[in-house]
């Protein structure tokens, strides 16, 4: 527990005594609710997003919220209900973020992709055949193919290994492959 400590100016009136068992038993009572709560918090939120990470960050969001109102929080009559809400709407809002972001990413690749010159493959396909690949072969592809960059320097931006960029576009060809195959409609 941090104690902070104020001086008080001279001739001033002394502050106000502080009551420390009272500001040590309410963080014992909070870190009691969050070790009692977290877990069950947490794998209730994994399963409301089917991803740990989000709901991780979405629940520890909730938790910290907690705390910070922790005077209030502890009066409701399910305080831990009031965290797993908080947590499903942290979890909802990250995904609406992540949702705009990969629509902007799709309309920005768009935008900028090159067509090939043979017309194969238009600008506007281009965001949609990058938006078929997992995130790792969209960035492996897009700095490979779009930005022209070597494996080489592509490992070094993405801080990986030269064989994983190669897996990975080996991948990302073979998924790039596919879903313009499915895509051709016999004439």
């Known amino acids: 527990m941090q104690l902070l400590l104020h001086a ?15 500001v040590s038993t309410k963080h014992d009572e909070f870190e009691a609710f969050f070790i009692a709560n977290y877990d069950s918090v947490l794998a209730t939120i994994t399963h409301i997003t089917g991803d740990r990470e989000r709901a991780v960050d979405a629940v ?10 922790w005077s209030k ?19 909802r809002d990250s995904w609406r973020s ?20 043979d017309g194969v493959v238009s600008g506007a396909s281009a ?10 072969q969209r960035e492996v592809a897009t700095l490979f193919y779009v930005e022209d960059r070597s494996i080489a320097e592509t490992a070094h931006i993405l ?21 313009l195959e499915s895509q051709e ?3």
């Open 60 to 69: 520890q969001e909730a938790f910290v919220k907690a705390s910070a109102r």
């Open 127 to 136: 965001a949609e055949i990058l938006g078929c690949l997992s995130r790792r």
């Open 159 to 179: 801080g990986v290994s030269e064989g994983t960029v190669k897996s990975q576009l080996a991948d990302a060809r073979t998924r790039m492959r596919d879903h």
């Open 98 to 117: 992540d949702s705009r972001r990969r629509r902007r990413e799709r309309r920005d690749v768009a935008e900028h992709s090159p067509a090939v010159s």
């Open 73 to 91: 929080i502890r009066s409701f009559d399910a305080p831990a209900a009031w965290v797993r809400r908080t947590a499903i709407n942290a979890s």
């Open 8 to 22: 008080t100016p001279a001739g001033s009136p002394a502050a106000p005594a502080v009551a420390w068992d009272t």
């Open 185 to 187: 409609t016999p004439r």
